[in-house]
């Protein structure tokens, strides 16, 4: 019976023996072990270390822009820190794997730095790479000397590092490429208090202090999904980047395609569908065309140089911008040829706008080398179902005609190509020598 009754009193002792360490922190210890726990971190360091790799093949690929290659050193960075905390849970990688967690935020910052280089950026990358040294310093030394006492201090170096980055980047860039950077923002803001919360939780539910692990795991799982956002910003952002370059390459080439190089008029092929657009717009025989050209230039082009020719077409070109309406149209015919079209007007308007071209052309030349530039006008008014070319025709006799007539003036045709009539002839500015 003593036997017996002792027999009792032992099991009875053991069972006591076994709740006391569960009730003292052992669910905490049994809970950081779980192979589950353990599973989840595999699966983030995988699917990490996947979006670094696909990254990198991206940017291998096609040409990079500066900051790429510092978000894909944050990502294949913190896969290292979760792989740290997932596959070598020993005492220096778990005092590695939050420095390596903790670095993203910053070195996503000094990315977005160098990738919006000529926008202004609040702070600076001294700043960004300074906090980043003291923070990992802090982060690693806690965790290799007091690893026991290492998750708070840990938590707290990661809500700085997350809510700074997360500031300057609301204060960043503005245009376009400012949503999905303001969106990194607010992940990294959020993201800043995910392992705090976590411990915390862990800490009311034990009422014993979270294991060093159940922080790693916390972090590791915050920095995964980081991950998986930055990846979605960066290629947001390299696309956005494309696609304007594109479109600046589109609006060159058209550039290219209709204004001439030199002058910064539209081209004869330009001009001519500016011109025949308007035509379908306006009533019938209400522009006029003219055809101009500069007298002797082939004389400034042997005394004074090719130079000093591409010079005066510039300055004709200039004057002629200047007394243009928005509605018309100018363009270079070829060689030292323009022409213009007026809207709605008639031949008596378009003289007076042939004479202020002139002044403003003398004006323009008095400071420079050249000598004084005169002009030889031929003027036309378009008739109904007339087409450009058949006016250029017309408007180029005109032009012969005031050559005939001593240059540096504007002659009107009317009647047809094949018997002109010269209307008008007035004399513009200064007579050629």
Not at 178 to 207: E, I, N, R
Not at 345 to 359: F, S
Not at 393 to 401: H, K, N, V, W
Request: hydrophobic share 50%; net charge positive.
């Amino acid at each position: 019976m003593v036997t017996k009754r002792f027999g009792r009193r032992s099991k009875a002792l053991q069972c006591t023996s076994l709740r006391k360490p569960l009730q003292r922190g052992g669910l905490n210890t049994m809970a950081a072990t779980m192979p589950a726990s353990i599973d989840l971190l595999l699966f983030a360091t995988v699917a990490q270390a996947a979006a670094a790799a696909s990254l990198t093949a991206f940017g291998l690929r096609r040409d990079r822009h500066p900051g790429w290659w510092w978000w894909l050193a944050a990502m294949w960075l913190t896969t290292a820190g979760a792989a740290c905390a997932a596959l070598a849970p020993g005492p220096w990688a778990l005092s590695l794997a939050p420095p390596l967690l903790l670095q993203w935020p910053l070195v996503t910052l000094m990315g977005l730095r160098r990738f919006h280089a000529r926008q202004h950026w609040p702070g600076h990358w001294g700043v960004d790479a300074t906090l980043l040294a003291v923070a990992s310093l802090v982060a690693w030394a806690v965790g290799l000397l007091t690893p026991e006492h290492a998750t708070w201090p840990v938590v707290v170096c990661g809500l700085a590092v997350h809510l700074y980055a997360a500031a300057v980047m609301f204060n960043g860039p503005a245009g376009s490429e400012a949503t999905p950077v303001h969106f990194l923002g607010g992940t990294v803001a959020l993201l800043a208090f995910a392992p705090g919360l976590a411990v915390l939780g862990t800490d009311l539910a034990t009422q014993a202090p979270a294991p060093p692990l159940a922080a790693h795991a916390a972090r590791v799982l915050a920095a995964t999904l980081g991950a998986i956002v930055l990846a979605f910003v960066a290629l947001t952002l390299l696309f956005e980047r494309t696609e304007r370059q594109l479109r600046e390459s589109r609006r060159r080439l058209r550039l290219l395609a209709n204004v001439d190089a030199l002058t910064q008029v539209p081209n004869r092929r330009r001009f001519n569908e500016l011109a025949t657009q308007a035509l379908r717009a306006d009533p019938p025989g209400s522009a006029v065309l003219l055809l101009f050209d500069i007298d002797h230039f082939k004389q400034i082009n042997d005394r004074l140089g090719h130079p000093a020719g591409d010079r005066a077409l510039c300055l004709v070109a200039g004057s002629v911008l200047e007394h243009l309406r928005a509605m018309d149209a100018a363009g270079r015919h070829g060689g030292d040829e323009f022409v213009l079209l007026l809207r709605r007007t008639n031949t008596q308007h378009a003289m007076g706008v042939a004479a202020r071209i002139v002044a403003e052309l003398q004006k323009r030349t008095q400071n420079t080398p050249l000598p004084p530039l005169s002009l030889s006008f031929g003027l036309v008014q378009l008739r109904g179902g007339e087409d450009i070319d058949a006016a250029l025709r017309r408007a180029d006799q005109a032009l012969y005609e005031a050559k005939r007539q001593g240059r540096s003036r504007a002659v009107a045709a009317s009647g047809d190509e094949d018997q002109p009539v010269f209307s008008e002839s007035r004399p513009l500015g200064l007579m050629p020598a």
